[in-house]
């Protein structure tokens, strides 16, 4: 199977920002038919493998025993990645290869423990209104970018790497908005096990289950800190399953994101070669659009929260009525 790995992906293809090989979605929706085709082949064979070379095989009880959980079927998991950003015939055609190749049952590569939460590159939220005054702090940041004066070509770079930043602190931002979460609200870590394909399809031995409990959250705190945060669809799930409330629409970062993928990836320039021009306009707007965002989500996560405490309130008063109760009798 080694030679299913050889691939002619360009560079710009890989996003970077996951310590598991990923697939770029916006160079993926511009590429041609058969690099689309290779690109979900490597994003698959990347996660999953023949069982046979990961998995025990016990005839007596019927076959392969997905101890490292599964089994893993193409289908599901091409479509769960790519449907919506490559074409379904496209996806069948990788999925009948990687079924004729091997079956619809796949077991998980075992890369070690990689939600493993490295606390030199983690994030530390005291506050839930932390992320939202930080994200503040770093947008008057890139304000002052702008007010920087030289050269034509080193002010039309501070805004290229301006308009950048913007998008990196929005991400951060929704990081930081979910760690503290994930730290503070067992429930909001219960949904992420529990409604999570990576986290409640994983298996285990029953010796691992306590072992497993107690770094829970740190395994999810890990898993939050691989997310590649500018997968807008992506997020817009994990804030609804795991937070409970309706995320704000990401439509308004749809193009910057990929304008931003082009300052980065390739130098300023477009996929045609011409240079991004920017204005201090745009900028701005695009600053504003992530203040009114997250101006929305604080305030579905106040009336979250509050709920939250007002619930926990009224539960000591339940268990004080029984107390009292209890001494009356």
Not at 33 to 40: E, G, I, T, V
Not at 48 to 69: K, L, Q, R
């Amino acid at each position: 199977m080694d030679e299913w790995f050889v691939t002619n992906l360009p560079d710009e293809a890989v996003d970077n920002s996951s310590r598991l090989m990923d697939i770029d979605e916006v160079w993926l929706q511009k590429a041609s038919p058969s690099l689309k085709r290779q690109a979900m082949k490597a994003w698959f064979l990347a996660r999953y493998c023949d069982p046979a070379e990961e998995t025990p095989y016990i005839s007596a009880e019927g076959g392969y025993i997905f101890v490292h959980g599964g089994p893993y079927h193409p289908k599901d998991e091409l479509d769960q990645r790519f449907s919506g950003i490559v074409d379904e015939e496209l996806i069948s055609d990788v999925v009948d290869e990687l079924q004729s190749n091997v079956g619809d049952d796949w077991a998980p590569v075992q890369w070690g423990d990689d939600d493993d939460y490295d606390e030199e590159f983690g994030v530390n939220v005291a506050n839930p209104k932390d992320p939202a005054n930080v994200l503040e702090r770093r947008l008057q940041e890139i304000s002052e970018v702008l007010t920087l004066t030289g050269s034509e070509a080193a002010v039309a770079l501070a805004k290229k790497l301006a308009y950048s930043n913007v998008i990196t602190a929005f991400e951060s931002y929704l990081w930081e908005t979910m760690t503290y979460a994930v730290e503070n609200d067992d429930r909001v870590l219960k949904n992420i096990v529990t409604r999570f394909p990576h986290f409640k399809d994983q298996g285990m031995k029953l010796g691992q289950i306590y072992d497993k409990f107690d770094s829970l959250r740190g395994l999810v705190k890990g898993y939050l800190q691989d997310t590649v945060w500018h997968k807008w669809d992506s997020v817009t799930m994990l804030i609804a399953h795991a937070l409970e409330i309706k995320a704000p629409s990401f439509d308004a970062f749809i193009e910057p994101t990929i304008k931003r993928h082009d300052i980065i990836h390739r130098s300023g320039n477009s996929k045609d070669g011409e240079p991004i021009e920017l204005g201090e306009f745009e900028i701005q707007e695009l600053m504003d659009a992530v203040r009114d965002f997250a101006m929305e989500l604080e305030g579905h996560l106040f009336e979250r929260y509050t709920q939250k405490i007002h619930a926990e309130i009224a539960a000591e008063f339940e268990k004080l009525d029984e107390m009292l109760g209890d001494k009356a009798a």
